[in-house]
């Protein structure tokens, strides 16, 4: 589904449907971030007001997480676990082989604007390594072409 | 009559192409006229083997796997529905020998029902925990948890009863029960399975907690890693809420139980509970200072019990079949069975539950088969990225807490990552701290500014610069985190690096093209 642009009064919508949570911050997040791909610089106030935050408070917990995303990203996230049980199984040559093919580097968006990869620590998938999540689709044994496939299969 | 096929929509079955082997599979059912309801379920954890599917036959179900979507037409044609002959067809899944050998108490249910059908739960035995424990007071419910001699799976292996009993003696008007379900470490799949596979388990487990502490509100605070773990607890909920499972009042008791599940935001450190709460409460993931234990002080300022998924999947069982059925698994003081979770470079990887007290050789050898590499097994991570690395002459210390211990290791949460004889130790070192580097909260500063510090001395290290003085550095380094950090993070980060330089050295010797001129 593609990401609708930012928009203050959509924001402000997203937030006043969460405010009642027992610690509404991160759900806001999340479903601001699933909205518009990104969480952007305009909703820090609109956070702030509704749960009665500094804008310091809410910048704080938007930059502590590795999830969120203070600008626009690819079309299309591809997150590649770089920890221990996928290192066994060979994932620091299959990843440099990857970021090389996609000619981009961790965090780093295609020129075509289809894929942002991201690293992750563990997707749970350790006894099926390599593994990675295209969007929020796991893929296990991952090679460099089994990658591609699922790529161009998303792109189509 | 319609024949029931199972395929798993576990992370690792979906990862190998399970929804392509369903549509597959309907597809040519329909094809041949085949009368096929396609049920989708959890793993049985036999993890090389996925997708692995089974058939509904009269003789009791028949599995086959790993099924690719090329497979589906020939398994038809060989009479898949009867359970005919064909290269892939396993038999009685229960018969397979990894699965035979196992304790399966915990997840007795995973792999085999529907995750989100209340009805399919109780069939098989669900709720049959909370039901003995509505029958108890709460005194009655704790006293059956401590005397199972469960100690809590997360990893620190406190007695859970213990937890419990704080919990329920704290007054207040508002206490709280949180699911640590942030399964960070590598390796580790377990809670990942449960709650795909068989998501009420926890639920049972969760509201036998929230009963027996007085605690109406209960929270699963879940990685953003699991994107099937989510949609899977969402409408595990909604149907127990529906069934008068969860709400206001549960089975009928007058009690009340609420639950929800959160996303984490892809932090480590929120994996450490205090950590976990000033997350869960909206803020970053900054570890407290303890006292106030979270048992007294946890989310919101209230009295909060705080287990892991595996802890709270044990109860329905132990007070099902009584505590001391629970206690007769195990060895010492690490009683009943711990979800081993084998992974990394291994031919037959999974999930294997077992009581404590097996060797690790037994399960990277007998369960496991060895390598899948076929190369020859070097070093073992147990237990996260905080765990040590063995070498193979440790390989026969049991899986117990206080037998890890005395070998510098630790259980964890029952994670083992394999790799054979091509791992560079030395760069394995560099990671534990490049980890701890990335994920540390920044609160204190051995974590903070250790992990960086480690990472520059091991590059040199690795570059051949006097590596003798240096490692003499990095043991110091390990000194000041493991006595001077905060939580486990900065604490143990030191165990994987220690591990590596002891028990490999030759790894650390003798490297890169600066050696010669620096000695």
């Given amino acids: ?156 | 009559m319609s024949i029931t096929i199972t395929v798993p929509r576990d992370a690792v079955a979906l990862g190998l192409g399970a929804n392509r082997v369903a549509r597959a599979l309907f597809a040519g059912a329909e094809r041949r006229g085949l009368d096929v309801t396609i049920v989708r379920t959890g793993s049985r954890g036999m993890l090389w083997l996925e997708p692995m599917i089974e058939v509904a036959t009269p003789e009791g179900r028949i599995a086959y796997g790993p099924v690719t979507p090329a497979d589906v037409d020939a398994l038809l044609d060989a009479g898949l529905v009867e359970g005919g002959a064909h290269p892939l067809r396993l038999g009685d899944p229960e018969k397979i020998p990894y699965l035979a050998r196992q304790h399966r108490l915990t997840f007795q249910r995973c792999g085999v029902v529907d995750p989100v059908s209340v009805a399919d739960y109780r069939a098989h035995g669900g709720y049959r925990g909370l039901e003995a424990a509505l029958k108890l007071d709460a005194a009655g419910i704790v006293a059956e948890v401590r005397e199972s001699g469960l100690r809590g799976r997360g990893g620190a292996g406190f007695p859970a009863g213990i937890k419990w009993n704080t919990v329920m003696l704290a007054q207040s008007h508002q206490k709280y029960v949180v699911c640590n379900a942030d399964e960070g470490d590598s390796g580790t799949f377990a809670d990942r399975m449960m709650m795909e596979g068989d998501p009420f388990n926890l639920i049972e487990g969760m509201t036998i907690a929230g009963i027996a502490t007085g605690a109406t509100r209960g929270y699963i605070y879940l990685r953003s890693e699991y994107p099937q773990a989510f949609a899977t607890l969402k409408e595990a909920i909604a149907n127990g809420v529906k069934a008068g499972v969860l709400g206001a009042d549960v089975l009928g008791s007058g009690k009340a139980f609420h639950l929800e599940v959160r996303l984490g935001a892809g932090a480590y450190i929120c994996g450490e509970e205090t950590s976990l709460l000033e997350s869960l409460e909206g803020r970053r993931g900054i570890v407290r200072a303890k006292p106030p234990i979270p048992a007294l002080k946890g989310f919101l300022g209230q009295p909060t019990l705080v287990n892991n998924v595996m802890t709270f999947t044990a109860v329905p069982y132990i007070l099902e079949h009584g505590a001391k059925a629970y206690a007769e698994y195990g060895m010492g003081r690490s009683l009943g069975t711990l979800a081993i979770q084998l992974a990394g470079n291994i031919k037959r990887g999974g999930l294997i539950e077992y009581a404590f007290g097996i060797t690790l050789r037994e399960i990277i050898e007998d369960f496991g088969g060895g390598t899948q590499s076929g190369r020859p097994v070097r070093a073992v991570q147990v237990g996260g990225p905080l765990g040590a690395y063995f070498p193979d002459h440790l390989l026969d210390t049991p899986l117990d807490y206080e037998a890890m211990a005395a070998n510098k290791g630790l259980v964890g949460h029952g994670g083992i990552v394999v790799f054979d004889d091509t791992v560079d130790m030395a760069k394995q070192a560099r990671f534990a701290f490049e980890f701890c580097a990335v994920e540390s909260c920044g609160k204190c500063t051995p974590c903070r500014i250790g992990a960086t510090r480690g990472v520059e001395t091991m590059d040199k290290v690795i570059a051949g610069i006097r590596p003798t003085e240096n490692l003499a550095v990095v043991a110091d380094l390990c000194d000041v985190m493991t006595d001077g950090s905060l939580c486990a993070m900065g604490g143990l980060t030191p165990m994987p690096v220690m591990s590596a330089i002891t028990h490999f050295p030759e790894d650390f010797q003798q490297r890169g093209p600066m050696s010669v001129a620096a000695e």
Wanted: hydrophobic letters at 40%.
């Fill in chain 1, 1 to 156: 589904m593609p990401n609708e642009p930012w928009s203050e009064p959509r924001a402000a919508g997203i937030i006043a449907e969460h405010v009642h949570l027992e610690g509404a911050t991160l759900p806001i997040l999340h479903a601001l971030q699933e909205t518009f791909g990104y969480v952007d610089e305009g909703a820090v106030p609109l956070i702030a007001d509704a749960l009665n935050l500094s804008r310091a408070e809410v910048h704080g917990c938007i930059t502590f997480y590795h999830d969120f995303r203070r600008a626009p990203a690819g079309r299309h996230q591809l997150k590649l676990c770089r920890a221990e049980a996928c290192q066994a199984m060979g994932s620091d040559a299959l990843h440099t082989q990857i970021l090389a093919r996609l000619g981009v580097d961790w965090h780093g968006t295609t020129a075509d604007g289809e894929v942002t990869v991201e690293p992750v620590y563990c997707l749970g998938l350790c006894a099926n390594g390599p593994g990675a999540l295209v969007n929020d689709e796991p893929l296990a044994r991952l090679t460099a072409d089994s990658l591609e496939a699922a790529l161009t299969e998303k792109m189509s």
